[in-house]
């Protein structure tokens, strides 16, 4: 997976995503991850990339030029017509699901709005999709675009050791991780469950499907509809 971020402030995605699983997944070669700076592509010497709305109202919007340049610079490079994800709270809300099914592109491009947002010209002319991450303002694209990369590249193979399987998370099957429990035995007073400590793999496997399905029904009841 190819990844190319359409940015005003590349240092936080390329500082972002350089360290921990992800980081070690781009030193494997597993993924890569490019941030463009949109403002290397402004139409004046400046480097200025907005300005004042048509018709009034608070705020700058990102001109529509530089955000083309920014993404022809990269699409030019690639062997075919990329998905282009538009970071907004106005698209559809992000799910695991969505995240498999971008993890099957060899290249993805994230365009990180700014300011009050961008020209809607340019985002008719280039964008595949519009990304929400939840139900909530931020005040950039940037941590949306890294959240989606990181859900992604986890799902990629090769991404994530063996130990680290993505096979049994949360939302895989529909339902919340079961507990988990680790040394010592008892801490504070509090017991590991004694089925955990029986050896019994069939019978370990039974209580922690229960177990996830308690905690879906707890937690997330939304999810068992
Ligand atoms: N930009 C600002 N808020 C956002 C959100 N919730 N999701 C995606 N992009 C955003």
């Known amino acids: 997976?190819?990844?190319?971020?359409?940015?005003?402030?590349?240092?936080?995605?390329?500082?972002?995503?350089h360290t921990s699983i992800i980081g070690r997944a781009v030193q494997r070669g597993v993924?890569?991850?490019?941030?463009?700076?949109?403002r290397d592509h402004a139409d004046n010497a400046y480097g200025k990339v907005d300005d004042y709305p048509y018709g009034g109202g608070a705020g700058m919007v990102m001109q529509a030029e530089p955000v083309?340049?920014?993404?022809?610079?990269?699409?030019?490079?690639?062997?075919?017509?990329?998905r282009v994800l538009h970071m907004t709270p106005q698209g559809r809300v992000f799910t695991q699901q969505m995240a498999a099914e971008f993890a099957q592109e060899e290249d993805l491009i994230f365009l990180c709005g700014h300011y009050e947002g961008i020209d809607e010209r340019v985002l008719e002319e280039i964008v595949?999709?519009?990304?929400?991450?939840?139900?909530?303002?931020?005040?950039?694209g940037e941590l949306p675009a890294m959240v989606m990369i990181d859900a992604i590249s986890r799902l990629i193979p090769g991404a994530l050791n063996n130990q680290e399987s993505a096979q049994y998370?949360?939302?895989q099957d529909g339902?919340?991780?079961?507990?988990?429990?680790?040394?010592?035995?008892?801490?504070?007073?509090?017991?590991?469950?004694?089925?955990?400590?029986?050896?019994?793999?069939?019978?370990?496997?039974?209580?922690?499907?229960?177990?996830s399905l308690l905690r879906t029904q707890?937690?997330?009841?939304?999810?068992?509809?």
């Open 175 to 211: 339902l919340l991780e079961y507990p988990q429990y680790s040394r010592p035995q008892e801490w504070r007073g509090r017991q590991v469950p004694d089925i955990l400590l029986s050896g019994h793999h069939a019978n370990v496997e039974k209580w922690r499907h229960e177990q």
């Open 128 to 140: 595949t999709d519009h990304v929400s991450i939840g139900d909530y303002v931020l005040t950039g």
């Open 68 to 82: 083309f340049r920014a993404y022809e610079a990269v699409a030019a490079r690639l062997p075919k017509k990329p």
């Open 31 to 38: 993924i890569s991850i490019e941030a463009v700076n949109i």
């Open 1 to 17: 997976m190819r990844y190319h971020v359409l940015t005003l402030f590349p240092e936080m995605i390329l500082q972002g995503l």
């Open 169 to 171: 998370d949360s939302f």
């Open 218 to 225: 707890q937690r997330r009841p939304d999810l068992l509809k």
